[in-house]
């Protein structure tokens, strides 16, 4: 299947793309991913350096009439989601990513593509490559655990950059100029329980919810896509007095909408049980028919299981879930359209005496991001849960005056005849935190259109790929002179 995606055309990203994808690369576990990049850099006769934290950097110098312009950092990051539908047999740690051409879009067959940010990363290495295109003095900074936590551009130290400029190939729409993110901060709730044995006269049954969209925590957060975990929640909510559960497993990373949860529960009322399980999916099946035409919502027998909540540890759980904010909390009242500040109840794991609650915060304006953070936490601590926060990260605030962005809009204009969008995005972009530690560099991002990153329905449009590396080889011709 590879070979159809390495006849497309521009041919030296397609390549990288695909030798990129051959290798597991999940964020926390790079170490494979830095070692090819390093092997890449020193086959091409680069200087190659890798940081403390495993950011590769790879040097490479101006060609010929372009050595006095300013300096550009090229950045994506190494990292990508490992997400794969339950009936995906695939193995993330050993496997590459299996592609697949469909029309206009290139796929991956059951799992996560890697495009975000696998395409920026195979861009900069086309350009570093190559022997025929103009540019300044080139940075290529590719950092690690962009996906959960920012650690790679927090671990980057003042110093092993000279750039002047920092072009981040990171956006999603290949019209959108980004000039902004938001910030962000984990929070994660805990709590133990005291098992009570189940007895002898019940009946167990696991209750699944599928099939729903998923995507994006940041940039999809508007959509009203449905959240597993919120939609689990509202149904044992309903049976709570006809069912006792004994084990949840839903969601998996926080910057993904979960699309699927798993309930064990057991009931002694088999009659009500089933009619108030039959009415509530069917009424949240009704509600979402438009948005998630792919939803499932089953309940089938299954093993019986030893132990489960009590009904006060059940109540408060349910009361929690049901109480913690979802979705959009505040649009920003300065910028149209754009999210300011939401939550994404990520992941909800309770088993073996143990309840564990992972949420994603997200806000462009740090007062914001706290005040949404303490309204989460007040709920938890109200019922008597242990909150810890962590992974935060800085907003990327915007800056109208910003000479590579007139350099990219001029530039936009010039070759598709229309104005591009300029935008602050909801999601985390890298730039506000390296900008902590070179406060001078004129940072831009931008990128080719990329759906549905984070789930497995994620694919690149080729057309756009070939749309946006037109318009990368057109920005290094006109980056400025240095001062």
Not at 8 to 22: C, G, R, S, V
Not at 83 to 90: G, L, V
Not at 264 to 271: I, K
Not at 274 to 280: D, K, L, R, S
Request: aromatic share 6%; net charge negative.
């Amino acid at each position: 299947m590879n070979n159809e995606i390495r006849n497309l055309e521009p041919k030296a990203i397609w390549n990288n793309f695909a030798d990129l994808n051959a290798v597991p690369r999940a964020s926390k576990k790079e170490e494979r991913v830095i070692q090819f990049m390093v092997n890449f850099g020193k086959k091409l006769g680069l200087t190659t350096k890798v940081d403390k934290v495993g950011n590769v950097i790879i040097t490479k110098p101006a060609t010929a009439g372009m050595e006095n312009k300013k300096t550009v950092v090229l950045q994506s990051h190494l990292d990508m989601v490992h997400q794969k539908n339950n009936e995906t047999n695939f193995d993330f740690s050993k496997q590459g990513i299996q592609m697949i051409v469909d029309g206009d879009w290139v796929k991956a067959k059951g799992t996560t593509l890697g495009a975000d940010n696998g395409l920026g990363v195979a861009t900069i290495m086309s350009i570093l490559q190559s022997t025929d295109i103009q540019h300044p003095a080139l940075e290529a900074l590719f950092t690690i655990d962009e996906e959960t936590g920012m650690t790679g551009a927090m671990g980057l130290e003042g110093g092993w950059l000279n750039g002047e400029i920092l072009l981040n190939l990171d956006t999603e729409d290949d019209d959108e100029i980004g000039v902004g993110c938001a910030g962000g901060i984990d929070i994660t709730a805990s709590k133990s329980y005291k098992p009570v044995r189940t007895s002898d006269n019940v009946t167990a049954f696991k209750i699944t919810v599928n099939g729903l969209q998923g995507g994006h925590s940041g940039m999809d957060i508007h959509k009203g896509f449905g959240n597993a975990n919120k939609l689990m929640n509202r149904i044992l909510f309903d049976l709570k007095k006809v069912m006792s559960i004994s084990e949840i497993d839903g969601g998996g990373l926080r910057n993904a909408i979960p699309r699927e949860s798993n309930a064990t529960v057991v009931t002694n009322n088999l009659d009500d049980f089933t009619a108030q399980f039959n009415a509530i999916s069917k009424a949240i099946i009704a509600e979402y028919k438009s948005i998630e035409k792919d939803i499932e919502i089953t309940c089938n027998g299954c093993d019986k299981p030893v132990n489960a909540l009590s009904k006060q540890d059940q109540n408060t759980l349910l009361k929690v879930i049901y109480a913690i904010h979802n979705g959009v909390f505040r649009m920003s009242p300065d910028i149209k359209d754009l999210v300011e500040t939401s939550n994404n109840v990520a992941r909800v794991l309770v088993k073996d005496g143990q309840i564990k609650i992972l949420c994603l915060t997200r806000s462009s304006v740090d007062s914001g991001k706290d005040n949404l953070v303490n309204t989460i936490s007040s709920v938890f601590e109200l019922a008597h849960y242990s909150v810890r926060t962590s992974g935060t990260y800085p907003g990327w605030k915007p800056n109208p005056d910003s000479n590579i962005l007139k350099v990219l809009e001029k530039t936009y204009q010039d070759l598709f005849n229309e104005k591009p969008h300029i935008m602050a995005c909801h999601a985390g972009l890298e730039c506000g935190i390296l900008g902590q530690n070179y406060p001078k560099m004129d940072m831009i991002s931008f990128g080719p259109t990329i759906k549905g990153a984070h789930s497995p329905d994620e694919r690149a449009s080729i057309s756009s790929t070939q749309k946006f590396w037109k318009y990368v080889l057109e920005i290094l011709k006109e980056i400025p002179e240095k001062a």
